[in-house]
């Protein structure tokens, strides 16, 4: 852990993902300071008719980051985290980075298991 998932607009060029993903896992290394084998980043591509935006622009509805980690991290540490993913995430995709949306879910240790390893 930490896990992270960004939903964009379908479309995004296969390379750019893989430098996406590239660049989320290594600014949640560089700001959180947790190994790199660690991180997992997904991506998620959705077509127009997937996504909506209660005033209909769709273009703004998106890119969206979640970020799923354990507790215990200043709320400094977070703020400065959900800044440097959505610039990072901006700047990749060519995104305006008012239109990015990072939301944090902490989990506490006890809801994690490596395998059959209760943690």
Do not use: W
Request: proline fraction near 7%; charged fraction near 25%.
């Amino acid at each position: 852990m930490p896990f992270i998932t960004v939903d964009h607009l379908a479309g995004v060029d296969p390379e750019v993902r893989r430098r996406l993903q590239e660049r989320v896992a290594q600014t949640v290394v560089d700001t959180l300071g947790v190994p790199p084998q660690n991180v997992r980043v997904f991506t998620r591509a959705f077509g127009p008719e997937d996504v909506y935006r209660g005033d209909g622009d769709v273009t703004g509805a998106l890119p969206m980051v979640r970020v799923e980690f354990m507790t215990g991290r200043s709320l400094e540490l977070k703020r400065k985290l959900m800044v440097a993913l959505a610039r990072v995430v901006a700047e990749t995709l060519g995104a305006d980075a008012a239109h990015v949306r990072t939301i944090i879910y902490e989990n506490e240790p006890h809801h994690f298991c490596f395998g059959e390893t209760p943690r």
